[in-house]
């Protein structure tokens, strides 16, 4: 007696209608996700550029989800076909991974057809983003390493130099910490930690510093920027 195994049959007519629709509403959510990318961000590469993949990637997820779940074999063949695939654009940016997470995770939302559920939780998502990046730009308290170089072509002393330096520096910081000072011919560098209220603080105190000499060259970094060790 012969016995046959017969298998369920997964493949489901595709909807085109659904699915201009769902890619539709994917536009608007990924134009929104650019702007918000743009007016919140805080990362140091190019962000208008990098926004820019947003729609690509958010869109090609709705239509690989939406022609996957409609037949297994398909699906079956993008396993298949994915694992060829290595994306190699560097991402430095821990900020720029979530971004892009968002954008899939909209995309796998909206191309499995919960679309009212995808919609809230993403603009959920974007509006406690919003609110804490509000909240950390209205800080505006900065912690910045100052670097320092001084081509000294006066008969002044390196510690006459470095006495008028801290003298500026505290006088316009709420704190400075000298981390570095290097003494090379006639050229002077130094590295300082400083708080400043603000930034009319920040632009008096490079006022106040070039005051000193038209051959000092100053170098401010933001310390949340920079890798941590």
């Known amino acids: 007696m012969d016995q046959t195994i017969s298998l369920p049959a997964f493949d489901s007519p595709l909807s085109l209608s659904l699915l201009l629709m769902?890619?539709?509403?994917?536009?608007?959510?990924?134009?929104?996700?650019?702007?918000?990318?743009?007016?919140?961000?805080?990362?140091?590469?190019?962000?208008?550029?990098?926004?820019?993949?947003?729609?690509?990637?958010?869109?090609?997820?709705?239509?690989?989800?939406?022609?996957?779940?409609?037949?297994?074999?398909?699906?079956?063949?993008l396993v298949g076909a994915l694992s060829i695939v290595r994306f190699r654009t560097p991402i430095k940016e821990p900020e720029e991974l979530a971004y892009l997470f968002v954008a899939i995770a909209v995309g796998l939302g909206l191309g499995a057809n919960q679309t009212i559920p995808t919609v809230v939780a993403s603009l959920c998502i974007l509006g406690v983003m919003a609110v804490l990046g509000r909240r950390k730009h209205a800080a505006d308290e900065k912690n910045?390493?100052?670097?320092?170089?001084?081509?000294?072509?006066?008969?002044?002393?390196?510690?006459?130099?470095?006495?008028?330096?801290?003298?500026?520096?505290?006088?316009h910081t709420r704190r400075s910490d000298l981390r570095r000072f290097?003494?090379?011919?006639?050229?002077?560098?130094?590295?300082?930690?400083?708080?400043?209220?603000?930034?009319?603080?920040l632009a008096s105190l490079t006022t106040a510093l070039r005051s000193l000499s038209p051959h000092l060259g100053l170098t401010f970094i933001d310390q949340r920027q920079m890798p941590q060790v």
């Open 182 to 201: 290097d003494i090379r011919d006639q050229c002077l560098e130094a590295t300082y930690f400083v708080e400043i209220d603000d930034s009319v603080k």
């Open 144 to 171: 910045l390493y100052l670097s320092i170089d001084w081509q000294n072509e006066s008969d002044e002393l390196p510690e006459a130099c470095l006495e008028s330096l801290n003298f500026v520096i505290s006088t």
């Open 22 to 77: 769902n890619l539709s509403i994917g536009v608007v959510l990924a134009l929104i996700l650019r702007w918000h990318f743009r007016v919140f961000g805080s990362t140091l590469s190019n962000r208008e550029e990098f926004a820019q993949v947003f729609p690509f990637v958010l869109l090609t997820t709705i239509l690989i989800i939406t022609v996957v779940k409609s037949s297994l074999a398909l699906s079956l063949g």
